[in-house]
């Protein structure tokens, strides 16, 4: 009768811990995101209605990006770059080609850091400066200790070749992929213009699920790429990746006035 007992009860463990693995093994695989376009019905002006989760992205009042216009003058405290190189750890996750980047490289804002977590691409840009939009813009994304986003954003015109820019543009995947290295390397602060003061406001991610509190700094003096660089950007989405102008609403906006 002991050892039923104790046969009985072996298998009850069993169920419970086979049950407990099947759950770990559930969560690790969570259901993919709602897909989503630049265009059409999945596009941006339908991003509010494809899924709850997205819901922000009609009905948010804060939200990115911008046309800048009569920004408000000001000697803001400027931003402290510590940039090193990284591995070109390269995707391209279907909405735009991304480099994520390795850990040590941060920026101090407010006198809070913010680490690089990687940098993006949208052609053409989405912000705008006074109605006109650019080549492309970049995007380098930044998060804080407490998960609060920085974004430092390039605006990308058509000039001479910038060798900085090279090892991410001559590595782009121009299908779907995982991240690799590319077996480069690339430095974040020869992204960089060489005027460093910004436009700021309050805003939010520009791709789904849109969510605010992002602290944009859009850099006010653009980058010269060469055209032929523009165009391989261009090529991945011909299409183009880039959100519309959103309404600033009551947001106060201010352009940095000393580097």
Known sequence: ???????????????????????????????????????????????????????????????????????????????????????????????????NYDSGSYIELDDIRYDVAQFHYHAPSEHAVNGKLFAAELHIVHKNADGGLAVVGILLDEGAENAAYEPFIANLPAEESEAHDAGVTVDAAGLLPSVQTTYRYSGSLTTPPCSEGVNWLLMTTPVKLSSQQLTALKSIFEDGNNRPVQPLNDRPLAEDTTP
């Open 1 to 99: 009768m002991k050892n039923k007992i104790l046969f009985m009860g072996l298998m009850l463990l069993a169920t419970i811990v086979m049950a407990s693995c099947g759950a770990r093994v559930e969560e690790s695989h969570p259901v993919e995101a709602v897909h989503w376009t630049y265009e059409g019905e999945e596009g941006p002006e339908h991003w509010g209605e494809i899924d709850p989760a997205y819901a922000v992205c009609s009905s948010g009042k804060s939200q990115s990006p911008i046309d800048v216009e009569a920004p408000a003058a000001n000697d803001l405290a400027n931003i402290s770059f510590h940039y090193q190189p990284s591995k070109v750890n390269i995707l391209n996750n279907g909405h735009t080609v991304q480099v």
